[in-house]
DNA sequence: TAATTGACCGGAG
DNA sequence: ACTCCGGCCAATT
Protein backbone atom coordinates (compact mmCIF):
# COMPACT_ATOMS: atom_id res chain seq x y z
CA UNK A 1 0.00 0.00 0.00
CA UNK A 2 1.61 2.72 -1.19
CA UNK A 3 1.18 6.56 -0.75
CA UNK A 4 1.06 6.90 -4.65
CA UNK A 5 -1.54 4.31 -5.23
CA UNK A 6 -3.90 6.38 -2.33
CA UNK A 7 -3.20 9.52 -4.59
CA UNK A 8 -4.45 7.61 -7.43
CA UNK A 9 -7.31 6.54 -6.54
CA UNK A 10 -8.11 9.96 -5.14
CA UNK A 11 -7.08 11.42 -8.41
CA UNK A 12 -9.32 8.64 -10.26
CA UNK A 13 -12.98 9.17 -7.90
CA UNK A 14 -12.60 12.92 -8.32
CA UNK A 15 -12.08 13.06 -12.10
CA UNK A 16 -15.45 10.97 -11.98
CA UNK A 17 -17.54 13.59 -9.84
CA UNK A 18 -19.76 14.64 -12.41
CA UNK A 19 -20.43 18.60 -13.09
CA UNK A 20 -23.29 19.49 -10.80
CA UNK A 21 -21.77 17.22 -8.08
CA UNK A 22 -20.21 17.34 -4.70
CA UNK A 23 -18.70 14.89 -1.99
CA UNK A 24 -16.59 15.39 0.86
CA UNK A 25 -12.97 14.74 1.78
CA UNK A 26 -14.03 11.77 3.99
CA UNK A 27 -16.02 10.55 1.83
CA UNK A 28 -13.67 10.25 -1.12
CA UNK A 29 -10.81 8.77 1.37
CA UNK A 30 -13.65 5.98 2.64
CA UNK A 31 -14.02 5.15 -1.58
CA UNK A 32 -10.66 4.99 -1.76
CA UNK A 33 -10.12 2.30 0.47
CA UNK A 34 -8.82 4.39 3.15
CA UNK A 35 -11.48 5.51 6.01
CA UNK A 36 -10.11 8.00 8.32
CA UNK A 37 -7.86 9.84 6.20
CA UNK A 38 -9.53 12.67 4.88
CA UNK A 39 -6.43 15.33 5.91
CA UNK A 40 -4.68 14.00 2.92
CA UNK A 41 -7.60 14.02 1.01
CA UNK A 42 -7.24 17.84 1.69
CA UNK A 43 -3.31 17.54 1.55
CA UNK A 44 -3.70 16.55 -1.80
CA UNK A 45 -5.74 19.09 -3.28
CA UNK A 46 -3.99 21.68 -1.46
CA UNK A 47 -0.45 19.93 -3.96
CA UNK A 48 -2.30 20.15 -6.98
CA UNK A 49 -0.09 20.80 -9.58
CA UNK A 50 -0.77 23.97 -11.37
CA UNK A 51 -2.17 23.07 -14.64
CA UNK A 52 -4.42 20.31 -12.91
CA UNK A 53 -8.18 20.24 -14.91
CA UNK A 54 -9.39 18.14 -11.53
CA UNK A 55 -12.59 19.73 -10.18
CA UNK A 56 -10.91 20.50 -6.67
CA UNK A 57 -13.69 23.02 -6.19
CA UNK A 58 -16.29 19.81 -5.77
CA UNK A 59 -14.94 18.35 -2.36
CA UNK A 60 -16.74 20.16 0.44
CA UNK A 61 -16.35 18.80 4.30
CA UNK A 62 -18.60 16.57 5.94
CA UNK A 63 -20.83 19.44 7.09
CA UNK A 64 -21.52 20.64 3.37
CA UNK A 65 -19.89 23.67 3.48
CA UNK A 66 -16.21 25.08 1.65
CA UNK A 67 -13.09 24.01 3.78
CA UNK A 68 -12.36 27.70 3.42
CA UNK A 69 -13.37 30.49 6.02
CA UNK A 70 -16.01 32.81 4.00
CA UNK A 71 -14.92 36.21 2.84
CA UNK A 72 -11.51 34.34 1.48
CA UNK A 73 -10.24 34.38 -1.65
CA UNK A 74 -10.35 30.74 -2.23
CA UNK A 75 -13.93 30.30 -0.74
CA UNK A 76 -15.03 32.51 -3.06
CA UNK A 77 -13.40 31.09 -5.90
CA UNK A 78 -14.99 27.92 -5.63
CA UNK A 79 -18.42 29.43 -4.78
CA UNK A 80 -18.03 30.90 -8.28
CA UNK A 81 -16.74 27.83 -9.89
CA UNK A 82 -19.63 25.82 -8.64
CA UNK A 83 -22.68 27.93 -9.32
CA UNK A 84 -21.41 27.87 -12.67
CA UNK A 85 -22.68 24.47 -12.58
CA UNK A 86 -25.95 25.52 -10.75
CA UNK A 87 -24.42 24.49 -7.13
CA UNK A 88 -25.54 27.11 -4.64
CA UNK A 89 -24.86 27.78 -1.33
CA UNK A 90 -27.76 28.37 1.11
CA UNK A 91 -27.23 31.11 4.09
CA UNK A 92 -25.20 29.28 6.55
CA UNK A 93 -22.50 28.39 3.43
CA UNK A 94 -24.52 25.21 2.85
CA UNK A 95 -24.83 23.17 -0.23
CA UNK A 96 -27.74 21.01 -0.38
CA UNK A 97 -28.13 17.73 -0.22
CA UNK A 98 -29.55 17.08 -3.78
CA UNK A 99 -26.48 17.97 -5.13
CA UNK A 100 -24.10 15.29 -3.58
CA UNK A 101 -22.49 12.72 -5.95
CA UNK A 102 -23.98 9.45 -5.34
CA UNK A 103 -21.63 6.72 -6.55
CA UNK A 104 -22.65 5.47 -9.92
C1' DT B 1 15.49 13.89 14.44
C1' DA B 2 11.51 15.97 16.88
C1' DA B 3 7.60 18.99 16.97
C1' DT B 4 4.03 21.31 14.75
C1' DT B 5 0.61 21.94 11.28
C1' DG B 6 -3.33 21.15 8.56
C1' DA B 7 -8.37 22.50 2.05
C1' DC B 8 -10.83 16.67 8.04
C1' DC B 9 -14.31 13.71 10.82
C1' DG B 10 -17.47 11.70 14.17
C1' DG B 11 -18.89 11.54 18.63
C1' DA B 12 -19.90 13.74 23.09
C1' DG B 13 -21.60 17.52 25.94
C1' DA C 1 -26.96 24.02 15.91
C1' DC C 2 -22.41 24.75 18.09
C1' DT C 3 -18.08 23.90 20.57
C1' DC C 4 -14.65 20.76 22.22
C1' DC C 5 -11.80 16.66 21.82
C1' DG C 6 -9.23 12.80 20.17
C1' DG C 7 -7.81 10.35 16.25
C1' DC C 8 -5.74 10.70 11.81
C1' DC C 9 -0.71 10.90 9.34
C1' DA C 10 2.04 13.24 5.40
C1' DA C 11 4.29 17.51 4.83
C1' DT C 12 6.54 21.24 6.65
C1' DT C 13 9.26 23.58 10.25
Known amino acids: MKTDEFKTQIYQ ?8 KVTSYGRLARMAGHPGRARMVGSLLKQL ?13 ASGKP ?3 PGTES ?3 QRALLAREGVTFSASH ?3 AEHWWQQA
Open 75 to 77: FER
Open 13 to 20: LLSNIPPG
Open 94 to 96: KVS
Open 67 to 69: AFA
Open 49 to 61: PAGSTLPWFRVLT
